[in-house]
């Protein structure tokens, strides 16, 4: 069972546009909502994160976005650029699963020029 | 700081072998953990060791397992290797014993299953 699903699996943007990737959750117990951006041939890296006590967070041109009663989160990539391409992943954890992350399946960007 | 590191970078094994997978975390660091990626099944969580103690684990078989020594470096075994464990090999790192926390990952081992 996927903890976690995201959407959309693929998405192809305009240079300086938006990108904006969808997450949604089951588990009320989870706590922290962070993204991780990966390229390839390397490991993810973490983007930015948040937790349900906030509703929004902005770290320079990422910004997420936490709806605690519709259990989603979505990741917004402001002026999105070519270097912005890569894959996306979003995840969900809380203290009662130690410190195991539950991913969503990946969401491939492109920003065309 | 240096960031995690994860030895070998690229692995070919052949079916039966066992083999094993190292991981050094960032410095100050005391939880690992380790997660299998391939395609077909994203990024699913092995374990997860902090204090040379395994604090929880995934859904694999026994043939997977690892340890973290007092270093807090740590190791992962595969035993009796199939051909559907091929998959990029990710270590994570994390900061303290808090939870949930930050995880930082590595390049990941390359593990290809002949």
């Known amino acids: 069972q996927q903890q976690v699903k995201q959407s959309p699996q693929s998405l192809i943007v305009q240079k300086g546009g938006i990108s904006i990737i969808n997450c949604a959750y089951e588990?009320?117990?989870?706590?922290?909502f962070p993204w991780y951006q990966q390229f390839p041939g390397k490991g993810p890296a973490l983007l930015i994160a948040?937790?349900?006590?906030?509703s929004e967070k902005k770290e320079g041109r990422f910004t997420i976005s936490f709806n605690k009663s519709a259990k989603q989160f979505s990741l917004h990539i402001m002026d999105s650029q070519p270097g912005d391409s890569a894959t996306y992943f979003c995840?969900?954890?809380?203290?009662?699963?130690?410190?195991?992350?539950?991913f969503g399946t990946g969401t491939s960007l492109t920003v065309i020029p | 700081k240096a960031g995690v590191t994860q030895t070998p970078r690229y692995l070919i094994k052949t079916r039966g072998q066992q083999v094993t997978l190292s991981c050094s975390p960032i410095?100050?660091?005391?939880?690992v953990s380790w997660y299998q990626q391939t395609p077909g099944q994203g990024l699913q969580f092995l374990f997860e060791y902090f204090s040379e103690t395994q604090r929880n684990k995934g859904n694999f078989p026994g043939r997977f397992s690892g340890r973290q020594f007092s270093n807090s470096r740590s190791e992962m075994n595969v035993s009796t290797l199939e051909l559907g464990d091929s998959a990029l090999y990710l270590c994570?790192?994390?900061?303290?014993?808090?939870?949930?926390?930050?995880?930082?990952f590595g390049p990941g081992t390359r593990l290809t299953v002949t």
């Open positions: 948040i937790r349900p006590d906030v």
């Open positions: 588990n009320t117990a989870f706590d922290y």
């Open positions: 994570a790192s994390s900061p303290a014993g808090l939870l949930p926390y930050e995880q930082y």
């Open positions: 410095s100050g660091h005391r939880s």
């Open positions: 995840a969900a954890s809380s203290a009662n699963t130690g410190n195991q992350f539950y």
